[in-house]
């Protein structure tokens, strides 16, 4: 067990020095500048001796292999350096807008997992009749809106209906829950119904091929009640490979949740991925990737477990 | 499929009472012969189920069709009745709808079956659901799929016990403790939490026996309990059977393809075929008077270790009428070689001279002994004796003409990563396999189910790379060439595998799954020339010229075969392997297959590697055998050496194993059967891998690998103590 997790730890550093390496690179090939983007963006002109100056400050005139190794260094230190824009460090950037982030993933996750379970166990059972194929149309439906516009619909909608603004700045759980719940759900449902579209198509195919399976005969052929065998035979069966799909999915939606975001006016990471970009920022960019990176790595491993949590097979080899 | 409708009264008098006959049952394991065919006693109590004009009908897109058309029997308490058929009689059929289990596109059209004496078919859903598994347990066919991957065995056995008796969690535990023992499942304390994929097929199955006997059913129903096992677990698992169904008076109803299996188990037969009960009676009766030609050709297919070596596997030709398109008069007639113009009557049961029920409208020139199953064509000999003295394991690199394959010291070893955590055993799968094929010939590899007779095949296909040793193809070392150089090596060695299903592409035509290895090779030039060459292959294996455009799941598990056959033929080879080629196919078609192999080796001068783990079967094909146990060959020699003077302990076991001619003789002697599993390949025993599972192990068995050695010219033997 020690050895498996030292050698997936080991795994994890190598993937994030690969990303850290190649991320340096990319963003320094990309085009602008963003020494002259910051102080020449409102059309004032600054001499070469200020630009270079601020160069230096910033520390881009190094060569570039020392930039590298700075960075890296920075990385194993956990210091992530500093916003080229805001000279804040980048950690401190990323910490303020993560919580909210996380909380739209976590949200959205839960809330796709409540509307898929159902939908696909349902949709399998009844396959063919009517009550499939309306579920089958929701979920193409989930997956072709576009999440923009689903999410621009339902503000609009909010604010005829209920006169009801998202806020402009942030709100905190401890000073007013209700408002933060609120500023979440409506994004959260948003991402949610395509998640959801997403994994209860996947659990109705693997539920259909799990009820065709020998051992669902067998429970039959106990006697058990019909609701027994969907619950405790078929559907713990079915979850396997939907497992896989939602921890993916969840890892992808923090980094993903960037035109979410944007549409309800929400401080995080996503839109300051955006922001950066715009602002040519490599060094927020930069972490903002490094964190990209690691939670997906951490998201499969933790998927690897759990799978062989559920699943007694991969635990054992006979 | 089951109406909606309220439960029956139950008729006073055939309440379940707690004694039976079948305690009379304990001593001999025999009923006493009765008069009457369908033993119809003058006590109606002792009727457990009673099927009455039973119709099962299957919607198909077109219409409905009958799957069975009107079957009637009896099964008593403590009886054991063997239903057997080939694929597509209707026996699984029937048992579905007695249990209520038919699937959504199926429907009793007709008939009544009474257990205990209500009527099955008019219990709502929840009425049967609390029959089943509690008065009615079923073991079904393929053990490996058929538990709960995600389960522990224990809460699987558990289950039916906490929903129809309603036992609490240490009640359930302990009990199933109980059952795993009375199934034998050794050291049961230490295995009741483990998952199934951690068994064996064989401790699988008996783990499906636990399950249906848990709540101690008056009636089971196993469907073809043992045709996914080995030959010598199956004998394992049946005489489990019919232990329990003698000590717990239970009514069993075994249903399974081959004839020869029932000899030793079944009090009564039905015999089954294209949906109708064609001859029904006492086991004896039917194994030594047989009234129908259908029950005389099964039971002159079974492949037995008695009679002439050499000939042909007498065999049933053709396939079992389409439901969709059934004869009319006797459905057995277009196969029949005793038909006449009376067989397109419609046929009755009719009682016969020695007290069974026959179909067949020959049943009084039966009777007189005046037809009978002809003999195989004389002159179709299947294997040529070959002079057995120059070949051998020591043998190789003789002066005598070169033999087509060698192996020399064969050696596999797998590196397995156990679990997630990755720690990491060695298995060796072959060890030190030497052996030695000449053109023309066959050589029989024989072992369980984890022997590595398969990896041995791979080996030899160059579809794996030994570990160690040396293979030679026509003198040639093939052993480490590369994937260039061997194709031409390729060319010359094909190989059947077992599972006709899996081993043929879904989305290829039968035409394309044959052309394919001609084109990949390059040796036809254009579409017109390999449709030719196609046709003529399946013209060569029996199939019509029309499967060319036809899918493989349009045709069956024997055509299938046959295909796999003739995709191995379109190169023109000099070796087929044949892994395990007919195990998977019903008794009737495995004969036609067999014969078709001796055939084409006749007629093209074929090697071939046969596999197998039935010894009986191998024994029409080859002209030396070679018996494998854990990675090693235990006993080699031509066939007349293994079969006339099996040395080896395990040799002996297997041959134990098969069924023999006379059920009353089988009856008599109680079987030596082996015992337990194959050891883990983990962890082989010391000294001989043997020694946990023979008779004859002694303490000295543990301290030395034994080494083949000669007993008489051409003949090794790996045992120390014989």
Known sequence: MTGYLLRKFFQFLLTLLGVAVLIFFIVRVLPGDIVALKLQGDGVTVSADVLAAEKARLGLDKPMLQQLLDWLWGLVNLDLGRSLWTERPVTQEIAERLPLSVELAVLSTILAVVFALPLGIVAALTRGTVVDQGIRLSTVAGLSIPGFWLGLLVQTFLLKTFGWLPSLSGVSWTLDPVGRFAMLIFPALVVAWRMSAMLARMLRSSMLEVLQEDYIRTARAKGVRPRVVVTHHAARNALLPTVTLVGLEFAFLLGGLTVTEQVFNLNGVGRLLVQAVTQNDFMLIQGLVMLFAATFVVVSFVIDLVYGALDPRIRTVR | ?722
Request: charged fraction near 20%; include cysteine; hydrophobic fraction near 40%.
């Open chain 2, 1 to 722: 499929m089951l109406m909606r409708r309220e439960l029956l009264p139950e008729s006073s008098h055939l309440q379940s009472s707690g004694t039976h006959t079948g305690t009379a049952l304990a001593e001999e394991g025999r009923r006493p012969a009765v008069s009457h065919w369908n033993t119809v006693t003058a006590d109606p109590g002792d009727c457990l189920l009673k099927v009455e004009g039973l119709r099962v009908s299957f919607r198909t897109a077109a219409r409905e069709v009958d799957i069975i058309d009107g079957l009637d029997f009896e099964l008593r308490r403590g009886e054991v009745v063997a239903v057997v058929g080939e694929s597509g009689s209707g026996k699984s059929v029937s048992a579905l709808a007695i249990m209520g289990l038919l699937p959504p596109f199926a429907r009793v059209s007709a008939g009544r079956v009474l257990f205990q004496g209500r009527n099955l078919l008019e219990l709502d859903a929840a009425g049967m659901r609390r029959l089943r598994g509690k008065d009615i347990g079923m073991v079904f066919q393929d053990p490996m799929s058929a538990l709960n991957p995600v389960l522990t065995i224990g809460e699987q056995i558990a289950e039916p016990l906490r929903l129809h008796l309603g036992m609490s969690h240490q009640q359930a535990r302990a009990r199933v403790l109980e059952l795993l023992n009375m199934v034998g499942i050794a050291d049961a304390e230490s295995r009741i939490d483990l998952y199934p994929h951690e068994f064996s097929g064989g401790m699988r199955q008996r783990v499906m026996i636990a399950i249906a006997l848990a709540c101690q059913p008056s009636l089971l129903i196993a469907d073809e309990p043992t045709t996914a096992l080995d030959v010598t677990i199956q004998a394992q698992i049946l005489e489990l059977l019919k232990n329990l169904a003698d000590r717990l008076g239970i009514a069993l109803m075994l249903i399974t393809h081959n004839l020869g299996v029932v000899e030793r188990y079944a009090d009564r037969v039905l015999v089954m075929y294209g949906g109708q009960l064609v001859e029904q009676g006492l086991a004896d009766t039917l194994f030594h008077h047989p009234r129908h030609m259908y029950t005389l050709g099964l039971l002159r297919c079974v492949p037995r270790l008695e009679g002439d070596i050499r000939g042909k596997l007498a065999e049933i030709p053709g396939l079992p009428p389409d439901p969709r398109e059934m004869p009319p008069g006797c459905r057995f007639a277009p196969r029949c070689p005793q038909r006449i113009d009376v067989c397109r009557n419609e046929a009755r049961l009719v009682a016969t001279d020695v007290g069974s029920a026959s179909r067949c409208h020959r049943v009084t020139d039966l009777a007189a002994g005046s037809i009978g199953w002809p003999e195989p064509a004389p002159g179709a000999s299947l294997i040529e004796n070959v002079p057995a003295s120059t070949h051998g394991p020591a043998a190789v690199g003789s002066p005598a003409a070169m033999p087509l394959l060698e192996a020399r010291d064969l050696t596999r070893v797998f590196n397995v990563k156990q679990g997630m955590w990755g720690k990491r055993r060695q298995v060796t799968a072959v060890r030190q396999v030497n052996f030695s094929l000449d053109r023309g010939e066959t050589l029989g590899v024989v072992g369980e189910s984890g022997c590595g007779k398969s990896t041995l095949a791979r080996m030899v296909l160059r579809l794996d790379r030994p570990s160690a040793g040396q293979i030679l193809f026509g003198g040639h070392d093939i052993t480490n060439l590369g994937h260039r150089l061997l194709r031409p090596v390729r060319r010359r060695m094909q190989v059947v595998f077992q599972d006709p299903a899996a081993s043929l592409n879904p989305r290829m035509t039968i035409g394309q799954i044959i052309g394919e290895p001609m084109r990949v090779h390059g040796l036809v030039r254009g579409d017109a020339e390999e449709q030719e060459r196609v046709i003529d292959l399946l013209r060569q294996v029996g199939l019509r010229a029309e499967l060319y455009g036809r899918y493989s799941h349009q045709i069956s598990g024997g055509q299938r075969q046959r295909v796999g056959i003739a995709r191995a033929l379109a190169l023109d080879p000099s070796l087929i392997v044949c892994d395990e080629a007919v195990s998977a196919l019903d008794v009737s078609v495995q004969a036609q297959v067999v014969n078709l192999l001796a055939d084409l080796q006749q007629q093209r001068g074929l090697a071939y590697l046969f596999i197998a783990h039935d010894l009986a079967l191998v024994r029409r094909i080859s002209n030396r055998v070679m018996v494998m146990y854990l990675g090693r060959v235990v006993e080699y020699g031509s066939r007349e050496h293994i079969y006339a003077q099996p040395t080896h302990p395990y040799t002996r076991l297997l041959l134990e194993a098969v069924p023999g001619t006379d059920p009353r003789e089988e009856r008599k002697r109680a079987p030596i059967l082996i015992q337990g599993d194959l050891p883990s390949p983990f962890a082989p025993p010391d000294g001989c891998a043997f020694r946990t599972r023979c008779p004859r192990a002694t303490a000295d068995c543990a301290r030395a690998v034994p080494q083949l050695r000669e007993v008489t010219s051409g003949h090794y033997v790996a045992c120390d103590r014989v």
